[in-house]
T-cell receptor, first 115, second 113 residues
Framework: DTAVSQTPKYLVTQMGNDKSIKCEQN?????MYWYKQDSKKFLKIMFS???????INETVPNRFSPKSPDKAHLNLHINSLELGDSAVYFC??????????????FGSGTRLTVV | DQQVKQNSPSLSVQEGRISILNCDYT??????FLWYKKYPAEGPTFLIS?????DKNEDGRFTVFLNKSAKHLSLHIVPSQPGDSAVYFC????????????FGQGTRLTINP
């Protein structure tokens, strides 16, 4: 029933590991996003995909690689995890062209802790 | 360089009184502003928005004011209720370029009975 679902909700892992966070939306939206909430609590955009095409790629280390197999899914893969990657990662979706806030729906977040 | 700032990390208000949350921005290209509300372990949910062609938008107990010359907006909640206790994020977007929201760091509002 959940509109935007992320898994896992919590992720604790060691430095140097590779991990993935999955996101799925059932709203029929064509645009999906990854946001990172850092230690200072700012929500910052990382990536945006529209119909599986990357349209926003902020200054993010290339250890982070988004993958969009279809417009309902946007996964985030992180290689060689570092302590500074610890944060809460939010997935969101919207309908491109729809005037905000008509389609900006967030998932409940994934708390990543790197030890 | 944080383009949207909420300088009060927390605010405590008595139930029934007015809550005023503030937000400042620096980018003059922003033309649409939003407030999101976030409960613990949940994602932000949309609360209210305002376009730069307006200076006020009201929805029930929630009113957003925009002062373009000062690059400042505020959210008023009247009367405040215990269920309003949450973190409130201010966000902004520019009509040009890709659709994205720039968020502030949030203000934690606590409504005391």
């Amino acid at each position: 029933d959940t509109a935007v679902s992320q898994t896992p909700k919590y992720l604790v892992t060691q430095m140097g590991n590779d991990k993935s966070i999955k996101c799925e939306q059932n709203l029929g939206h064509d645009t999906m996003y990854w946001y990172k909430q850092d230690s200072k609590k700012f929500l910052k955009i990382m990536f945006s995909y529209n119909n599986k095409e990357l349209i926003i790629n902020e200054t993010v280390p290339n250890r982070f690689s988004p993958k969009s197999p279809d417009k309902a899914h946007l996964n985030l893969h992180i290689n060689s995890l570092e302590l500074g990657d610890s944060a809460v990662y939010f997935c969101a979706s919207s309908q491109q062209g729809a005037r905000l806030p008509d389609g900006y729906t967030f998932g409940s977040g994934t708390r990543l802790t790197v030890v | 360089d944080q383009q949207v700032k909420q300088n009060s990390p927390s605010l405590s208000v008595q139930e029934g009184r007015i809550s005023i949350l503030n937000c400042d921005y620096t980018n003059s290209m922003f033309d649409y502003f939003l407030w999101y509300k976030k409960y613990p372990a949940e994602g932000p949910t949309f609360l209210i928005s305002i376009s730069s062609i307006k200076d006020k938008n009201e929805d029930g107990r929630f009113t957003v004011f925009l002062n373009k010359s000062a690059k400042h907006l505020s959210l008023h909640i009247v009367p405040s209720q215990p269920g309003d206790s949450a973190v409130y994020f201010c966000a902004a977007s520019a009509s040009r370029g890709a659709q994205k929201l720039v968020f502030g760091q949030g203000t934690r509002l606590t409504i005391n009975p």
